[in-house]
């Protein structure tokens, strides 16, 4: 579903990602983790175009994702790939129902009595049918992350992007998220997570990338990773992790 080949960025002279070679099979759950500043998210970001690459290539579900592209091209390619970022990202002056309508009318050309079905039951999967008519500003952070899962899935993607989904989150409503995450795992949805949540990592995901300084160290099964990490960068973090 998603292949990096030899994919390097730059941010002026740091080098941001340095030869990443990798790929998330489809149905797969991959966990990226890592210290701060490893390259992380700028992995993940390069997926939807977010981030351009200065060289390599990366496809996604066949498709060039860093070809040449007109504007509609490229939203149409973001059309299919589900993103839901660390700060909500909700529009403020509409309803939660509103927020996860918008893209299928003005994208997809839905009506807007198909789309308002398709979000309720999207509102419903995500445990907030009774929160359709909030506004952001009502809602807790955990359900304003749920809202906004709610909304990536409205396009009914082939695979999710998660960039720190629960970092801006109060630790009591870290779990609500990641239950609806691990939820979409069970019913097989492709999934790319970058995250600090272990617990997550160990029982959700199919495999895990170990990042640092651009490069991943380590690309294991959670039982391997966890318990005999191979890399001494990742030694030292699961310790750092352990010490806390």
Do not use: Y
């Not at 304003?144 to 009914?156: C, D, F, H, N, Y």
């Amino acid at each position: 579903m998603i292949e990096f080949r030899n994919v390097n960025k730059w941010f002026g002279d740091l080098h941001v990602l340095a030869d990443i070679s990798a790929e998330v099979k489809k149905g797969e759950v991959v966990v990226v983790c890592g210290p701060s500043g490893s390259g992380k998210s700028t992995l993940i970001r390069t997926v939807n175009r977010l981030e351009d690459i200065k060289s390599g290539e990366l496809h996604f579900d066949g498709q060039s994702v860093h070809a040449p592209m007109s504007g509609a091209e490229l939203n149409r390619l973001r059309s299919r790939v589900g993103f839901v970022f660390q700060s909500f990202n909700l529009f403020p002056h509409l309803s939660a129902l509103d927020n996860v309508m918008l893209s299928p009318v003005h994208v997809t050309g839905r009506t807007k009595a198909e789309a308002r079905d398709k979000a309720l039951g999207l509102l419903e999967r995500v445990g907030l049918a009774n929160k359709a008519a909030s506004f952001p500003a009502q809602l807790s952070g955990g359900q304003q992350q749920r809202v906004a899962i709610a909304r990536a899935l409205a396009m009914e993607p082939p695979a999710m992007l998660f960039d720190e989904p629960t970092s801006a989150l109060d630790p009591e409503m870290v779990g609500e998220v990641l239950a609806v995450m691990r939820s979409l795992a069970a019913d097989g949805m492709t999934m790319m997570c970058v995250t600090h949540e272990m617990g997550f990592a160990r029982d959700v995901a199919d495999r895990v990338w170990f990042m640092d300084a651009g490069c991943i160290l380590e690309s294991r099964d959670p039982e391997s990773f966890f318990t005999h990490p191979e890399h001494p960068r990742a030694q030292r973090f699961l310790s750092d992790l352990r010490s806390h």
